[in-house]
Antibody, heavy 119, light 108 residues
Framework: EVQLVESGGGLVQPGGSLRLSCAASGFPFSSYAMHWVRQAPGKGLEYVSAISSNGGSTYYANSVKGRFTISRDNSKNTLYLQMGSLRAEDMAVYYC????????????WGQGTLVTVSS | EIVMTQSPATLSVSPGERPTLSCRASQSVSSNLAWYQQKPGQAPRLLIYGASTRATGIPARFSGSGSGTEFTLTISSLQSEDFAVYFCQQYNNWPLYTFGQGTKLEIK
């Protein structure tokens, strides 16, 4: 069974940093591109970042470019999102998601971890 | 950026009814459109990809149609477990996914 379990969310002050993790199991993690997607309270879903299966290519939404870094450790089956210079508008539930192999839609999502940015 | 617009925002329906949810893209996304279901506190679940192909394990009462800029998700006979939020996603220009704002199906 495919499982994606996010962790690392919490309360952080504006300007602060946080690292999210996503532990993957039930599939060959190193064969799949992965995403981070977020959902602000009462808002729709927003693509944040993506990374290729081997970590060689990374992509970012303009809203987080230069502040967030996506990475992965295929030996640990774990995806990361290092978030810096956090702003109030970054407050959201952050989801880890798997891109379907050989295609472009997302086929599995984690349950999300909440990031609260507040002083 | 491709903007996805879903309507209505909320749909009040009774079990057994046949709701139709709409999703419109600001420019053509061909058939590169997926639908997801999300229940409170749960991970989103893939329902439809390629605009009309049901994902593995998805009941036949869910059907998707459309191409280009206009898409619909229809539930042929609404079950109690179908009350949830549904959102569409275009993946025409990976990885720059964009999502609709969602349609909430609520009990009438």
């Amino acid at each position: 069974e495919v499982q994606l379990v996010e962790s690392g969310g919490g309360l952080v002050q504006p300007g602060g940093s946080l690292r999210l993790s996503c532990a993957a199991s039930g599939f060959p993690f190193s064969s799949y591109a992965m995403h981070w997607v977020r959902q602000a309270p009462g808002k729709g879903l927003e693509y944040v970042s993506a990374i290729s299966s081997n970590g060689g290519s990374t992509y970012y939404a303009n809203s987080v470019k230069g502040r967030f870094t996506i990475s992965r450790d295929n030996s640990k089956n774990t995806l990361y999102l290092q978030m810096g210079s956090l702003r109030a508008e970054d407050m959201a539930v952050y989801y880890c998601a798997r891109k379907s192999s050989g295609t472009y839609w997302v086929d599995y999502w984690g349950q999300g971890t909440l990031v609260t940015v507040s002083s | 950026e491709i903007v996805m617009t879903q309507s209505p925002a909320t749909l009040s329906v009774s079990p057994g009814e046949r709701p139709t949810l709409s999703c419109r893209a600001s420019q053509s996304v061909s058939s590169n459109l997926a639908w997801y279901q999300q229940k409170p506190g749960q991970a989103p679940r893939l329902l439809i990809y390629g605009a009309s192909t049901r994902a593995t394990g998805i009941p036949a009462r869910f059907s998707g149609s459309g191409s280009g800029t206009e898409f619909t998700l229809t539930i042929s006979s609404l079950q109690s477990e179908d009350f949830a939020v549904y959102f569409c996603q275009q993946y025409n220009n990976w990885p720059l996914y964009t999502f609709g704002q969602g349609t909430k199906l609520e009990i009438k």
